[in-house]
């Protein structure tokens, strides 16, 4: 399996961190905030080719919207422009209160909050991990999961945000500790607290760390589902590519047989569309 299972290749993680966070409110990380009530799209399409894409975007119960940018290094101001320009796309597309959190690993004591340029202002809101005590968490959660004992709303997000609290180790090798904890929790909430890590793992874990993590979920439903999600995107991909080289194949066709008439390689470049150096390579098999 490839290692970037993240939300950006497998939408049955978005849907089992959507559960995860559903009805819970954040109090435990310092938000005070509505209940998250519902998940959103974060993919935010623009008129360039590439898309933007922010980490968490949740609807609360007043109606206004959450948007999570995680962090483990302290944002600079190109972050913040950028965070700005997502927000004013969440505003075209809802028009409800944004209110926009930036979740600072343990690392970050301190950054920007915002900027102000006259007529445009923006700020967010920082939360700090390194205010709590993540070897004493990790504990806690330990001893209450060894014993059996059911995990609250509460004690399932201390879970999730366990890596980015404040460790003498990496938030990866605290991401591979939560994940084994939650190895161990005997009900649904195991597959909710897999998913959120390995959403949250394109932040701050290594290649080598995600390979690791893979392991840690073996053999559990959440690998399972990730594997049934990977063979149908394979499935649908493949389709895709199929229709796409049968198109260009058929474009290189007519490029040829516009070449043999004597059309000249700008003319079949803007023919067809394809580009004119892939023309003038086709040029001597014409023999023109």
């Not at 399409?45 to 302290?74: C, M, N, W, Y």
């Not at 979740?103 to 390194?130: P, T």
């Not at 895709?240 to 474009?251: N, P, Y």
């Not at 070449?259 to 014409?286: H, N, R, Y």
Request: glycine share 6%; aromatic share 6%.
């Amino acid at each position: 399996m490839e290692t970037r299972i993240s939300r950006q290749t497998s939408d049955i993680i978005l849907k089992a961190t959507a559960e995860a966070f559903r009805g819970q409110t954040l109090e435990a990380i310092g938000l005070d905030l509505p209940p998250i009530v519902d998940m959103l799209p974060t993919v935010l399409p623009v008129a360039e080719v590439k898309e933007e894409r922010i980490d968490f975007l949740f609807r609360l119960a007043d109606g206004s919207l959450l948007h999570l940018e995680f962090q483990t290094t302290a944002v600079s101001r190109n972050d913040l422009h950028r965070f700005a320009g997502y927000d004013l796309k969440l505003l075209e597309r809802y028009w409800q209160t944004i209110r926009t959190v930036v979740i600072y690993s343990g690392r970050v004591k301190e950054a920007s909050d915002g900027f102000d340029c006259g007529s445009l202002a923006y700020r967010v809101k920082n939360v700090y991990l390194h205010r709590l005590d993540g070897e004493k968490e990790y504990r806690y959660l330990s001893e209450k999961i060894e014993r059996g004992e059911e995990l609250s709303k509460s004690e399932v997000v201390r879970l999730i945000f366990l890596p980015l609290m404040e460790h003498e180790e990496s938030e990866g090798e605290v991401a591979l500790k939560a994940a084994e904890l939650a190895k161990k929790i005997k009900d649904e909430k195991q597959n909710l607290v897999f998913a959120a890590i390995i959403a949250l793992s394109d932040k701050y874990m290594t290649e080598a760390e995600k390979r690791r993590l893979l392991e840690v979920v073996a053999m559990t439903q959440i690998e399972q589902w990730i594997r049934e999600e990977g063979r149908k995107e394979g499935r649908i991909e493949g389709k895709i590519e199929g229709k796409i080289e049968g198109r260009i194949e058929g474009k290189i066709e007519t490029a040829r047989a516009a070449l043999k008439k004597g059309f000249s390689p700008e003319d079949v470049a803007e023919i067809t569309g394809l580009p004119l150096d892939e023309v003038l390579l086709l040029k001597p098999e014409t023999g023109n």
